[in-house]
């Protein structure tokens, strides 16, 4: 079923419908005039499914995705629409479940709704819907990175606006052979993306020269207590973790008494509400972040973030508790859509698709916050060197939802 918005989504939808029956009662009553007879019928609507998790497991940064899809659409929308068509999202809740995602995925798309783009706010999510998304070749299917199952042949019609799992894996490996460390521990959740991002964890670990071993816990579970002992039984050097769930781990580590050294990937790092760990828990836990999501940072000073964060905060007021990592990427999918659109002038989701194939570089998408960034040729989602990322210490974000510089 679909999810109602809380009262700022109502009051702001309430607002956008009052005009749009203004924009109604206008049109009815000039068409008796002559010169108002010449104005063009507006456009019809270029509909997207959203596919979140605004409850479950998952939530806290489900809604982070959300807020800054809707911010996507409203900045799109203020400024033109796409090609003249406004955004209208369709949200429908995951409750964070993947099987409860496929259900409804399936019920919307046979409801006769004509959607142009899907998409979907994390890895969980995302991947499970994907080979269904995959069949529909009429509909861009945007997300925020791509998984190891998120080929170009199983999903020719994927676009993912955020960072590979593989690069962001690889910022962290390489940021632990510079330590110095020779041994690895890699810990996740138990799911398609958690054991994704142990897949490349363990090629990387290979590339840099350390011995690996790997650990999961099931999604959403609360003391990982467990399954953290039994991977820190061989006395690993680091422990690295990374995907949404993957921070229960730090509530383990303090109650195990253990100081093993932490290294929180972008994924771990964009997907856990610091605010709610302790300092014990945060010691010795080392962030890998990119430069744009840090306090002041000159690439944080652009017109389009400044943009961005002026239509975020009407709907996500601060403090953000999950920083702004999430939010930009469905944002920028949302910028996506229109560079696509652009290039091909039309509306027409498989075009799209095929599109944004020859958008080799963020430089050339209107709207993109942080720095020019390449596109995987192998799959459609964002290329990071492991040097692009920033290691902090992991204290909480500030208000506004940046990583604070010091």
Request: contains cysteine; charged residues 15%; positive net charge.
């Amino acid at each position: 079923m679909t999810h109602r918005l809380n009262r700022r989504f109502v009051r702001r939808a309430a607002a956008i419908a009052v005009v749009a029956g203004l924009a109604v009662l206008v049109t009815s009553s000039a068409s008796a005039h002559p010169s108002a007879a010449a104005k063009p019928k507006p456009k019809s609507p270029i509909h997207v499914l959203y596919v979140g998790s605004e409850s479950g497991a998952l939530a806290g940064v489900g809604n982070a995705f959300l807020h800054g899809a809707v911010a996507g659409a409203h900045i799109v929308n203020a400024s033109g629409g796409v090609l003249g068509h406004k955004i209208t999202l369709k949200i429908i809740d995951s409750g964070s479940d993947p099987a409860k995602a496929v259900q409804l995925l399936q019920q919307e798309l046979a409801s006769g709704v004509k959607y142009t783009a899907v998409e979907a706010d994390n890895g969980v999510i995302s991947g499970a819907i994907s080979p269904i998304v995959a069949q529909h070749t009429n509909m861009l299917y945007t997300g925020a990175s791509a998984t190891p199952a998120q080929t170009l042949t199983a999903c020719p019609n994927c676009y993912f606006s955020g960072p590979t799992q593989d690069t962001q894996v690889s910022g962290s490996i390489a940021y632990a052979k510079k330590k110095g460390y020779k041994s690895m521990a890699f810990f996740a959740a138990d799911n398609a993306s958690g054991r994704g991002y142990a897949l490349y964890a363990k090629q990387e670990a290979a590339k840099y020269g350390l011995s690996y071993t790997e650990g999961f816990a099931p999604l959403g579970v609360i003391d990982a207590t467990p399954q953290l002992q039994q991977l820190l039984a061989g006395k690993p050097d680091v422990l690295v973790i990374d995907g949404s769930g993957s921070s229960v781990a730090l509530p383990a580590r303090a109650k195990i008494g253990s100081s093993i050294p932490v290294i929180c990937g972008q994924g771990c790092a964009g997907s856990t509400s610091w605010t709610t760990l302790t300092t014990g828990q945060r010691a010795g836990v080392t962030i890998m972040t990119l430069p744009f999501l840090v306090q002041n940072d000159p690439t944080t000073k652009t017109f389009a973030y400044k943009q961005y964060l002026k239509y975020l905060n009407p709907i996500d007021p601060t403090p953000r508790a999950f920083g702004l990592n999430a939010g930009i990427t469905s944002y920028e999918n949302m910028m996506l859509m229109r560079a696509a659109a652009k290039k091909c002038n039309c509306v027409d989701g498989a075009r799209w698709a095929k599109e944004l194939e020859s958008v080799t570089s963020s430089k050339k998408v209107a709207g993109w916050i942080g720095p020019p960034t390449l596109f995987g040729p192998g799959i459609h989602s964002l290329i990071y060197p492991p040097t692009s990322y920033k290691a902090i210490s992991a204290n909480p974000f500030t208000p506004e939802g940046f990583w604070p510089a010091g």
